[in-house]
């Protein structure tokens, strides 16, 4: 049984900084994909940042240059740095594990970015 537990959320002002942490139970990030998507009111689920298999990492252009996934095989833990976020980045960031199984979701943290 897999489960991703996801922390970190909260409000944050244009410009700040959050880290987002997903820790695993019952399955690795450092041999399986990984990473995170965020979903807004009235929108789809889009990707925001991955890591692949062999360490590979994919972010959405939106993000790229302020986001950073990054992955403690150690702790089984995959992170998500978002520098100097923007209203537009407030969404329920999800993040996920691929496995031979499927994929398995977090529950999802609210991030909510606001003066």
């Known amino acids: 049984q897999v489960q991703l537990v996801e922390s970190g959320g909260g409000l944050v002002q244009p410009g700040g900084s959050l880290r987002l942490s997903c820790e695993a139970s019952?399955?690795?990030?450092?041999?399986?994909?990984g990473g995170w998507y965020r979903q807004s009111p009235g929108k789809v689920r889009e990707m925001v940042a991955q890591?692949?298999?062999?360490?590979?990492?994919n972010y959405a252009d939106s993000v790229k240059e302020r986001f950073t996934i990054s992955r403690d095989n150690a702790k089984n833990t995959v992170y998500l740095q978002m520098n100097r976020l923007k209203p537009e980045d407030t969404a329920v960031y999800y993040c996920f594990l691929d496995t031979s199984k499927g994929r398995y979701w977090g529950q999802g943290t609210q991030v909510t970015v606001s003066s």
């Open positions: 019952g399955s690795i990030f450092s041999i399986n994909p």
């Open positions: 890591i692949t298999s062999n360490g590979n990492l």
